[in-house]
């Protein structure tokens, strides 16, 4: 079965610094995807990214990157310049065929990031 | 944007009662997501369509819960009777396979039971 591991349950810091928040996962399958979600103060969901099992390139969007190794199963996410409005809980999620013929997600338990001002 | 459209947004009911959440997909999506959130379990799925068929409902207490799509355009969870462990935020998502599945999220119903 399929696992996302968020060990980090909270991190603060303080505005400007780089944060990174760690994702490892389990999965047996060879294709699957990652992603991270966003869960702000209001509490919608935001998706921020998705990587699929064959692209382990690094992603830089802005202030934002991910850092994908398959040898160590992970796929970490560093904020660099964290700003006030990036304070949220962030969820890693896995989908894969492990359940069947259905891609569903499965979350880890989130990192409640606070950033200070 | 698209949006995923959830409704009620709260609901506060007391144990028994019968509760119902509605959810629209973004038009085109083919597969819809129920996840329940709460703080001890953190994001639980419980119930998955594609092409309005159920999937895998797996993670649903059958007992009180069951989950329709009567069309493509809607999504329906229902508790009966509900009891205060239900309290929780309950998301809607919907996706596009095959594909990734990116799933979007609606802005989740926060039920409340006393």
């Known amino acids: 079965a399929q696992k996302v591991t968020q060990a980090q349950t909270e991190i603060s810091v303080v505005e400007k610094e780089d944060v990174t928040l760690d994702c490892v996962y389990e999965?047996?399958?060879?294709?699957?995807?990652l992603f991270w979600y966003k869960q702000p103060p209001s509490g919608e969901l935001v998706f921020l990214i998705r990587?699929?099992?064959?692209?382990?390139q690094n992603e830089i969007s802005g202030r934002y990157s991910w850092n994908f190794q398959k040898s160590t199963s992970s796929f970490n996410f560093t904020i660099t310049a964290s700003q006030v409005v990036d304070s949220a809980v962030y969820f890693c999620?896995?989908?894969?065929?492990?359940?069947?013929?259905?891609?569903?997600?499965?979350f880890g338990s989130g990192t409640q990031l606070t950033v200070l001002p | 944007d698209a949006r995923v459209t959830q409704t009620p947004r709260h609901k506060v009911t007391e144990m028994g009662q019968e509760v119902t959440m509605r959810c629209q997909p973004i038009l085109g999506h083919n597969t819809v997501f129920w996840y329940r959130q709460t703080m001890m379990q953190g994001l639980e799925l419980l119930a998955y369509?594609?092409?309005?068929?159920?999937?895998?409902d797996s993670g649903m207490p059958k007992d009180r819960f069951s989950a329709e799509m009567p069309d493509a355009t809607l999504a329906t969870l229902k508790i009966q009777p509900s009891e205060p462990r239900d309290s929780a935020v309950y998301f809607c998502a919907s996706g596009l396979v095959p594909g990734a599945n990116v799933l979007t999220f609606g802005a989740g119903s926060r039920l409340t039971v006393l």
């Open positions: 999965t047996r399958d060879t294709t699957y995807y």
């Open positions: 999620a896995l989908s894969d065929f492990s359940s069947g013929s259905a891609r569903q997600l499965t």
């Open positions: 369509f594609r092409n309005r068929a159920p999937l895998d």
């Open positions: 990587r699929n099992s064959f692209d382990e």
